[in-house]
């Protein structure tokens, strides 16, 4: 089973910073596009970094010049730093990745939208 396990949130007092890892587990052929999403209380869910299998980001402006996504292939894990992080940052975050797996038998199977766990972020005052 492919799975995302998101890690690094926590509570941090404006103006501070903060890593998120995610990491994808499992029969895995290839991880294309991936990014990170939040989701504040009361409000929808949000894009705000993208990164392609080649390197290229995308950001959200709310987020351009505090947060920077990477990704390491090798360990199939994408990260957000976080920095100079503002109470209006504070939200569950998401990662999400586009996996092609493979079977049991080890043929690739159709690429999918695969989900963390998501991850408290919490930025006081």
């Known amino acids: 089973q492919v799975q995302l396990v998101e890690s690094g949130g926590g509570l941090v007092q404006a103006g501070g910073s903060l890593r998120l890892s995610c990491a994808a587990s499992?029969?895995?052929?290839?991880?294309?596009?991936m990014g990170w999403y939040r989701q504040a209380p009361g409000k929808q869910l949000q894009l705000i970094a993208t990164?392609?299998?080649?390197?290229?980001?995308n950001y959200a402006d709310p987020v351009k010049g505090r947060f920077t996504i990477s990704r390491d292939n090798a360990k199939g894990t994408v990260y957000l730093q976080m920095s100079s992080l503002k109470p209006e940052d504070t939200a569950v975050y998401y990662c999400?990745?586009?996996?092609?797996?493979?079977?049991?038998?080890?043929?690739?199977?159709?690429?999918?939208?695969?989900w963390g766990q998501g991850t408290q972020v919490a930025v006081s005052s």
């Open positions: 990164i392609t299998s080649g390197g290229s980001t």
């Open positions: 999400n990745a586009r996996i092609r797996p493979l079977s049991a038998w080890g043929a690739p199977s159709a690429e999918a939208d695969y």
């Open positions: 499992g029969r895995i052929g290839n991880i294309n596009d």
